[in-house]
DNA sequence: GCGTGTGATGTAATCGTTTACACGTTGACA
DNA sequence: TGTCAACGTGTAAACGATTACATCACACGC
């Protein structure tokens, strides 16, 4: 069933049907109706294949992702599946893992497939202009690319983020302004974001004339950050005689196994000992107690990503970097 | 850049330039070596439009979930996009939400892009032949579709699913031997599988000679899920005066809510109260305590997705259902 | 020397659209 | 009545690959 049967059956051209098809102002509305007639009475649906031949874009946005499976991220391909969805393009997905030859061969993959632009997820890890993001730049010379959370100077490439630095300095205010003097800071990744949030703490610390106790910063690589495991760690930390009277993290599954270690050792929260997670996940009302976290604006900053991507399809000139900032929303394991 | 452009500067013609590209064993050894040096010089790509519609495959699976930001259908679209692409097949992703007519134009994307073949996730809604269902038929007329746990007898369907009611069957009997003899059943949808638990769920009082209070059956739709709405209501429901000591859900999320309301109202869990969930998620371990819960076999029901897809695509015949049977993973919230 | 098989290469049709251009038709207006 | 837009519609040429079929060169056996 292709367009020459409908334009036979309609008693037009293929032209014709084209126009229909398209919404070219050039076709009578009686024309019109006759041809949608004979469409709809097919179910006929044009090859996308033959479209994107003669148009040279499918339509298409790819999109590379780490690990679905990652609440945070999952929300983030959900949003942008969505919004890109409503203005007409579809979305071919790339679940990369975070091992860079993985990443770099999604992105050929996408170029292979004449993709219209690539939005980058978990792109937190980008930062410097070291040979291991040459595959941004290649991806830029065939098609826009928009990193989530991350930056990047580069031709073509545009970043939309979240200051993660500002916003882990205030929840680290807010939390050594409520009384809190010892805060340990645990975190994920060493990655862009990652730097930039613990540079928040120590902020946070300068800004009130404190210094940081190096041992309160706890590391955990992706594959050891289960809850579990950070539960054990914190109780570890404290028979090894580490004192602490509050937790703030990068992620907010590093916050629920601090909860967790804070119920198995005995220390009320946040009466003994505040946290503070970092996404706003919906993890944050299934912990007990429920969880203080940071929002970093994930929606608006897909909603702008799509915005940016289709800006940029139209030849419209758009920003490099745009930057939100994060808010806390502050729930029971805070003061 | 096309294949013109390569073979002018092979020298040779456009088909020797596409049997080289296609590892054809009919081209010299010499005129191969020259050809690919011109690729590599020029850095050319094949258009996968042109391609496409010459082959009329671009090896491309459609995957319609309903919700990537669900947590267990985030999973599957991981473990799902990570098998398929291993195996040379890129997805091609429609997050459509639940709603019939936006599953229905979903389904209409996926063939006008002509993917190879359809997984429907989230499917657990199909179960009879009414209208409702036209598009999967509609689809199955296209390319082979698979569904992830649904049931759907057509042609050219396939389903992989968890026997889900014996699975419930076996975590209510669970409740029920350790002692409990009012158990709550909050479900979250009226769909094949939300039926099968329930069937599963009244098996169990029957096998144990037990009536089901029908009271004790409590529907959530699905916006209305959340932790809170969970919790508000079962207080309600203790106000009202209904009894019951134990909990089992069709999603850990609900479960989630229950244990939010049995600390709210000062019952302890498991002692005074149990709770079990459904889909053994990431949840169960945040949980406090933690979710005594029913693994589903999600990973095992994709890899066999997957193999399945293959073996259709290949001409293969292929068993038309495939059934795994779920396990309870004993945690903190049960004795 | 002459068919004949074989392996490398080229020619041209094909896939299903879009769209520039050409070709009526129609109606307004001088 | 003739001219000219404006408008609807059709024709045919792209778009860039694949591939059946034709062709050609060459070697081999008779």
């Known amino acids: 069933m292709n367009i020459y049967d409908i334009s036979r059956r309609a008693g037009v051209s293929i032209a014709t049907v084209s126009r229909v098809l398209n919404n070219s102002p050039h076709v009578s509305e009686t024309t019109r109706k006759k041809v949608m007639a004979v469409i709809e009475g097919t179910g006929y ?29 999952a929300q983030a391909l959900t949003y942008l599946e969505h919004s890109f969805r409503q203005k007409g393009y579809d979305c071919l997905l790339s679940c990369t893992g975070r091992e860079l030859p993985a990443r770099r061969q999604g992105v050929e993959l996408l170029k292979s497939r004449h993709v219209d632009g690539i939005v980058l997820m978990g792109s937190s890890f980008i930062e410097d202009n070291s040979a291991d993001n040459d595959y941004i730049r290649d991806a830029a010379k065939a098609v826009p690319v928009i990193l989530l959370n991350g930056s990047f100077p580069c031709e073509n490439v545009y970043c939309v983020l979240c200051d993660d630095q500002r916003a882990v300095t205030d929840a680290t205010l807010q939390l050594l302004d409520s009384g809190c003097r010892r805060v340990l800071y645990l975190y994920h990744s060493n990655n862009y974001s990652g730097r930039k949030k613990l540079a928040g703490y120590r902020d946070a610390h300068e800004m009130r004339g404190m210094d940081v106790d190096e041992k309160l910063l706890c590391y955990f690589s992706q594959d050891k950050s289960s809850v579990h495991q950070v539960r054990d760690t914190l109780l570890q930390l404290e028979r090894d005689g580490l004192a602490f009277d509050a937790v703030i993290t990068s992620e907010d599954i590093l916050s629920v196994g601090a909860l967790k270690y804070a119920r198995m050792a005995g220390r009320k929260v946040p009466e003994e000992m505040c946290v503070i997670g970092y996404n706003n996940s919906s993890l944050c009302n299934c912990a007990e107690p429920e969880l203080t976290s940071v929002d970093n604006k994930l929606l608006a900053i897909c909603e702008h990503i799509v915005a940016t991507m289709l800006g940029v399809l139209e030849g419209k000139e758009m920003p490099q970097k745009t930057v939100f900032t994060g808010e806390l929303i502050k729930r029971e394991s805070t003061r």
């Open 45 to 73: 649906v044009p090859n996308a294949f033959a479209r994107g031949l003669g148009l040279n874009t499918m339509k298409t946005i790819g999109l590379l992702c780490p690990d679905a499976s990652d609440p945070y991220l």
